[in-house]
Structures are given as structure tokens and as C-alpha cells.
């Protein structure tokens, strides 16, 4: 009783929107929680069944990734970044990469390119998989994980053989790619894509159409487009609420103004359009994947560069979009070997802190449904 | 818009403003002193910058000239345009503080506090400005240059 009190004298104090908090109840998810997916640590206020206000706790797994780039050289900080979006491991590098090429003023040859792009995307698919098996399990669903890993698990052996490692691949090297593709590669994922046309009618007879399902997430968590670009908000979460943020059609790099895809984008902002607009591009990832898988042209997969690069002073900026929104790279450099300061822009960070406002006025048994879609990755938000 | 239409536009509110066109995008400098209301102007006026989209700050002490100086650096988009540009503002670096841009744009609330937390750059009339990632009695910060932590060493 004591420490409730307590709070709620603070709670007074900082959110004057908070509304009336006589009465309140005070209640923590996390740090460990199976459906906050990480340790991330939500302080809900609560009236009644009514979600209040959340603040959201961070820090648990904060490793100043930023500032351990300072003292890393232009090829090394790039693998420190997979430990970031553990999930889009390959835009992450690809991301970093391509930050360094820009003031390296590096060519990439087209074969690096293409096969940049054909990785991103698998790695895409890949992240959409989990988080559908992940989303489904919070609201009661169990089945639907099994599904989602037997496809992602495809996915994760055709990276081991290409690249080495099945999570975190470091694939991206300054200048291309760190080697070529394994021979297997081209008939492997070909294979995959065939298989798993149809396994995406099969989660919409699953969840998609399923009542319950919709039920649960129709008209729940609703984000305007303006607020959605208030937040800074991209990605799914984004596009789900209306806003054209799809870095790979506004400002396309590597291979993406060679292939024809769509933006998926739903209006109705609620927790049900980004589920779709996920599922979506589940699609739309295929279609990329098809267009290139047998196009990879032939040439180099790494540019020529020098063994130890130096950028020369001056600030970079590159901005790929990651399987959770736009993920950008500011590096500052005074012209030596290491960055001066660096700075990851991650979709995560700006996404969740949106969760408090889409949230209040919601039941506590919506925040899963809210929280689900957001596709939030705990150590890309604490970096 | 281009550039140069943009820097009109700037000029015609900021005849005080530095421009520095070097990098990919526009950059402007802007005292700390007329930051706010710039900020404003940016918002809801012809530019229709409404999607901050990177804020952080630099430290610049570790240079060659070694200055007691951070830059706070805002990277704007309008989704409306399509324009980038780059807004910069100098801080002392024994002082730092600056008006607070939440009320303009949501995202600066959390973005400001990791500033706040990592820099140490006091927000001014910021909502709620406490540390975010690091514990509430932690001492220093971490991202300036000249932090050390010899238990937990984060430089290599």
C-alpha cells in the first residue's frame, strides 16, 4: 500500500496527461516476461481493466554498442551491429555497409548488390516468420509457432551454408560481400520459394481469417497517420496506419529500382492492419526473391579495397529498411581509422515509444495484441 | 523542393543561420537562443518538416583543437516534400542545454531523453527528463570522450 502511493504521487508529477489517477493501479510486465519477447520492463497504470499510461522501462540489456564502435575500425564495427536487430541481422550490415562505401565513395559490383538484396529479403521473410509465430502464441495460439519455425528453420540453413552462421552472419563486408554464394544456393532457395507459396495461404486459413483472431485485434491500438510520423514511427507499424515510409521504394539502394514490388500499405492503423500489412509483404518479399534468384549476374562479389580503410572527414548517412522500419547509420568521422561517433537510428526505439500513446484507454488484455504487432526487438531498442 | 528554394525559405526567418552544403544533405546552423522558435517554424510553416527521423549529439572534445563544444544534431524529413535537411545547434559543452522539440515532434521525448542520459545535455522544459537506459544513481555519461569506466570497460 505504501509504495503504491508513492508512485502515484510521481506519476502526478510527470504526466499531467495521465488523466485521474485516484484509485490507480499500479502494475510491472518484465524484465521477464515471455510475451514482452526480451527484457523490456513496462510500468502500466491501470483503472479498473483500463490501461492508464506505460511507461516503459529500458535499459536491461544496454551495451553502449555506440560507443564500443568508437574504438572499433571501419570493418570490425560492422559485426557489432548483428548483435543489434538480431533478426535483420543482414540489413543491419548491409546498412553499415553501405555507410562506409558512401564515404569510401566505393563501387559495389552488381553481383554484391543482387546478392545484398536476395540475403535482406530472405532475412525478411525470416523476421516476419517469428514475429507471426511470436504474435499468434501471445494471443493463445500455439500452433502457428511450430509452423513459423519449420519454414524459418529452411531459411536459417541455407544462411549457415552460404554464410556461416545461422543468427548473427556478418555477411556484409565495405565493398560487397565477404565470399561468394555457396553453389547450392540458387536451387535451395528455389526450392524454399516453391514450398512456401502455399505455406502462406496456409497461415491466412490459420490466423488470418480466423475469428477470434480478428476479433482481437480489430479496432484495438489504432495510431493515426499523423501521429504515426509524429512518433517516428516506419516500417509495418507505419505503413499499417497509412504513411508511405518504405525506404526501399522512396530512396531504393543496392538492387531495388531493378525489381518491381508493391508497398503494402493499410489505412486503418489498428493492430489488425499491421498484421496484414506484414503478411503482405511476406508476398512481396517472394516476388523479389523470384525476380532475382536467377539474375545474380556474374563479376565480382567484393570491390577491390585497401586493407585498412580510412573515411575521410565529414558525416555519412544511409538509411535501409530493415524488417521492422527505417534503420539509419550516422557516422562522424575526423579522417582516421575508427569513427569519431557513431549513431544507430533504430526502427525499434522510435516504435515503442508510441506503445503509451496507442495503448491508453485500451484493456490490459489488448496490450498483447498492441505489443505483438509493434515486432519490437529488445536489444535494438537498448543498443 | 531543392536546396536552394529551401535556404530561401530558411534565410527569410534565420538571416543569421550558417549554411554548410558539403554533406548529402542541407545543413544549417542554428543559435541555441532561437532554436525553439525555428523549430516551431520548421514544423508548421512552408517546410512541413514533420518526420524527425535521427536526433543525437556529438561530442567534439576529443579533436585536435580539443573544444569544449557538443553539437546536437536533428535530421528532418517532410513526408509531404520529400526534403531532407540537416539542423545543427552548438552547445557549451560545461553547460549544455537546449529548449526541448517533444512538444513538436513525440519522437524527440525519448530520443532527448537517451541524450540526456549518454550526454548529459539538459532539455529544458522537457516533460519528463530522466535517465532511460542507465540506472538512476549512475554517474557520469557515458558517450562523452572523456568517460572511463574501469570496471565495465566499454573501449577496447
Same mark, same amino acid.
Request: proline residues 4%; contains cysteine; hydrophobic residues 40%.
Given at each position: ?13 510527470? #504526466? ?14 518484465? =524484465? ?6 526480451? *527484457? ?39 559485426? *557489432? ?26 563501387? *559495389? ?17 525470416? #523476421? ?45 563486408? =565495405? ?15 528455389? %526450392? ?31 495510431? #493515426? ?51 496484414? *500489412? ?6 512481396? #518479399? ?60 533504430? =526502427? ?26 509493434? %515486432? ?8 | ?20 552544403? @558539403? ?14 522558435? $525555428? ?37 528532418? @524529413?517532410?513526408?509531404? $516534400? ?17 529548449? @526541448? ?17 549518454? $550526454? ?37
Amino acid at each position: 500500500m505504501y509504495r503504491e502511493t508513492k508512485i502515484l504521487e510521481v506519476d502526478r508529477k510527470v #504526466s499531467p496527461t495521465g488523466g485521474d489517477l485516484e484509485g490507480a493501479l499500479v502494475i510491472n510486465i518484465g =524484465p521477464q516476461h515471455p510475451a514482452t519477447h526480451g *527484457v523490456l520492463h513496462l510500468v502500466i497504470t491501470l483503472q479498473g481493466e483500463t490501461i492508464q499510461k506505460i511507461e516503459p522501462h529500458l535499459g536491461y540489456i544496454h551495451r553502449s554498442i555506440e560507443k564500443m564502435c568508437e574504438s572499433l575500425s571501419y570493418r570490425q564495427f560492422i559485426y *557489432v551491429t548483428s548483435r543489434m536487430d538480431y533478426l535483420s541481422a543482414h540489413i543491419n550490415n548491409h546498412g553499415c555497409a553501405m555507410c562506409v562505401e558512401k564515404g569510401l565513395q566505393l563501387e *559495389v559490383p552488381p553481383r554484391a548488390q543482387v546478392i545484398r538484396v536476395l540475403m535482406g529479403e530472405l532475412t525478411r521473410i525470416a #523476421s516476419h516468420e517469428l514475429w507471426w509465430g511470436a504474435m499468434a502464441m501471445d494471443l493463445g495460439a500455439f500452433t502457428p509457432f511450430f509452423y513459423a519455425f519449420r519454414e524459418r528453420e529452411t531459411i536459417n540453413d541455407i544462411m549457415e551454408e552460404t554464410c556461416g552462421a545461422r543468427l548473427t552472419m556478418n555477411y556484409m563486408v =565495405p565493398g560487397g560481400v565477404m565470399y561468394d554464394i555457396h553453389p547450392n544456393f540458387q536451387q535451395r532457395v528455389k %526450392d524454399f520459394i516453391q514450398l512456401f507459396n502455399n505455406k502462406i495461404d496456409e497461415y491466412d486459413d490459420l490466423v488470418t481469417g480466423n475469428i477470434i483472431f480478428q476479433n482481437r485485434t480489430k479496432g484495438v491500438g489504432v495510431l #493515426s497517420a499523423a501521429d504515426a510520423i509524429s512518433y517516428g514511427c516506419t516500417g509495418p507499424v507505419a505503413r499499417g496506419s497509412g504513411v508511405a515510409c518504405d525506404i526501399r521504394k522512396l530512396y531504393p539502394y543496392a538492387a531495388y529500382d531493378k525489381v518491381t514490388f508493391d508497398e503494402i500499405i493499410e489505412t486503418a492503423g489498428d493492430s489488425y492492419a499491421r498484421y496484414l *500489412v506484414r503478411i503482405k509483404e511476406l508476398r512481396q #518479399s517472394v516476388r523479389i526473391i523470384e525476380q532475382l534468384i536467377d539474375n545474380i549476374p556474374e563479376g565480382d562479389f567484393q570491390a577491390k579495397t585497401k586493407a585498412v580503410l580510412k573515411l575521410p572527414k565529414g558525416e555519412f548517412y544511409s538509411r535501409v529498411e530493415t524488417a521492422r522500419g527505417e534503420f539509419g547509420v550516422y557516422i562522424v568521422s575526423e579522417g582516421s581509422t575508427t569513427p569519431y561517433r557513431i549513431k544507430f537510428r533504430s =526502427p525499434g526505439f522510435s516504435n515503442l515509444s508510441a506503445l503509451d500513446h496507442m495503448s491508453r484507454g485500451c484493456k490490459i488484455g489488448d496490450l498483447m495484441a498492441i505489443m505483438g504487432t509493434l %515486432d519490437l526487438v529488445i536489444p535494438d531498442i537498448d543498443r | 523542393m531543392t536546396n536552394e528554394e529551401i535556404k530561401q525559405h530558411i534565410i527569410a526567418v534565420q538571416p543569421n543561420g550558417v549554411f554548410d552544403e @558539403t554533406g548529402e544533405w542541407l545543413q544549417v546552423y542554428v543559435e541555441g537562443g532561437e532554436w525553439k522558435p $525555428f523549430a516551431q517554424w520548421l514544423r508548421n510553416d512552408v517546410l512541413q518538416m514533420d518526420f524527425l527521423f535521427c536526433l543525437t549529439c556529438i561530442d567534439w572534445s576529443a579533436t585536435a583543437t580539443g573544444k569544449a563544444l557538443f553539437t546536437m544534431v536533428y535530421h528532418f @524529413t517532410s513526408t509531404v $516534400f520529400r526534403h531532407t535537411i540537416v539542423v545543427k545547434v552548438k552547445l557549451d559543452r560545461n553547460n549544455p542545454e537546449i529548449e @526541448t522539440v517533444s512538444d513538436c515532434w513525440r519522437t524527440a521525448e525519448f530520443h532527448e531523453r537517451e541524450v540526456f542520459d549518454l $550526454f548529459g545535455v539538459k532539455f529544458l522544459h522537457h516533460p519528463d527528463l530522466r535517465r532511460l537506459v542507465l540506472t538512476d544513481d549512475f554517474e557520469g555519461y557515458p558517450l562523452r570522450k572523456d568517460f572511463e569506466d574501469p570496471v565495465n570497460m566499454i573501449k577496447l
